[in-house]
């Protein structure tokens, strides 16, 4: 086995990036696949509370590099999925406490046991962005269709060309289509047209991703929802299967349609 | 103010002005080129090149093109046709 490494980076903070890298981890696993997932963002550490696994936490990533433990010791498996592992970030200590050879050296010894590597990015671009890149075989950046969020991903998308990571793959996030309809937000088209780069998967924005993370059972672990649905398909994505792009094609309930003949009709 | 804004600003399609205020920002991000940098290149250019053959000044086009990820300034620069050049 030889894991393929996943950086999941945004550039700007709050668009979904560790909504995405655990909810891609999830819907890998679930397909039965060995996932590992690293928190990247030291300091800010939140992976472990999206997926549910903040009190058992005993080690960090922090404390495998500097040897207070093993590699084995700091990963949390989730009792969910039995082919899923957390290794989270130190919450005590700054993004300097690791190095992006740190990081290629901890993926190297993970790489045999596993599938896939999920390496969840801080913002920005400093050092934090470097380590969580350092690694990777993809890169995925996440954003959202908003004037700030666009902007941010393509100047991380130039950085990550840079560093001869890229292409990177672009991962649309709450995306709202009644919104896109009526012109006020940006389409898919538009966003992709700016970036110039590979579109991946889209998210609708979906209340069910918030329920999902207040109770921390990721949303693709029943893919009943709609963002939950999209995470999967993204997954299926990564494995190499061809899924069609069918994310903003939404079939509403017979409610939804009655009460739009209604406010049409009014 | 032109006639595109008048058309946009204020209306619905919002997500119009999003995107061409994105195209610009991100020329200007991505090659730290501002306009009055073109604008200097551009005379620059002007001088260069009326040293060798007739051109006019007006009528010179320089723009940012985007062609996948990469930038490209071209310059369109129509030389005065030689049918009316005066013969000296």
Redesign the interface.
């Known amino acids: 086995m030889a894991a393929t490494v996943i950086t999941i980076t945004s550039g700007k903070g709050g668009v979904g990036k560790t909504t995405t890298t655990a909810n891609l981890a999830v819907a890998l696993a679930a397909g039965g696949q060995k996932v590992v997932c690293i928190d990247a963002d030291i300091g800010l550490r939140n992976l472990d509370v999206v997926l549910g696994l903040e009190n058992r936490i005993v080690y960090d990533i922090v404390d495998i590099v500097e040897g207070r433990c093993r590699l084995r010791q700091a990963m949390i498996r989730d009792k969910r999925l039995a082919e899923l592992y957390l290794i989270p970030a130190a919450q005590t200590r700054d993004k300097s406490s690791v190095s992006p050879s740190d990081m290629v050296r901890v993926c190297d010894d993970l790489r045999e046991e596993f599938d896939w590597i999920m390496i969840d990015s801080p913002a920005g671009i400093e050092r934090g962005f470097r380590n969580a890149i350092a690694p990777a075989d993809i890169v995925l950046v996440v954003t959202n269709p ?2 700030s969020a ?2 941010d991903a ?2 991380i ?2 950085l990550i ?1 840079a560093e001869e990571k890229g292409p990177a793959q672009l991962i649309l996030n709450r995306v709202n289509p009644e919104m ?1 309809r ?6 898919p088209e ?1 966003v992709l047209e ?4 590979n579109l991946i998967g889209i998210i609708p924005e979906d209340e069910a991703v918030m329920v999902a993370t207040n109770r921390g059972q990721p949303v693709a672990l029943d893919g009943k929802s709609r963002a939950g649905k999209a995470f999967q398909n993204i997954a299926r994505r990564l494995k190499g299967e061809e899924v069609a792009m069918d994310e903003l094609e939404e079939k509403p309930d017979l409610l939804h349609r009655l009460s739009r003949v209604f406010r049409s009709g009014g | 103010m032109s006639w595109i804004e008048r058309l946009t600003v204020g209306k ?5 002005r ?2 061409e ?3 610009l ?2 020329i200007h ?2 090659t730290d080129l501002s306009p009055e940098t073109i604008e200097s290149i551009k005379n620059d250019l002007l001088e260069v090149i009326s040293r060798y053959v007739e051109i006019d000044a007006g009528e010179i086009k320089i723009r940012m093109n ?1 062609e ?2 990469e930038q490209r300034l071209v310059a369109d620069i129509p030389l005065k046709s030689s049918a009316r050049r005066r013969v000296r």
Do not use: H, T
Not at chain 1, 182 to 187: C, E, F, H, N, S
Not at chain 2, 12 to 16: D, G, H, M, P, Q
């Open positions: 908003e004037v666009v902007r393509d100047r998308i130039g060309e896109v009526r012109g006020d937000m940006l389409a538009d700016l970036l110039a780069i | 619905e399609a919002s997500a119009v999003a995107k205020r994105l195209k920002v991100l991000d991505r985007q996948g990820r």
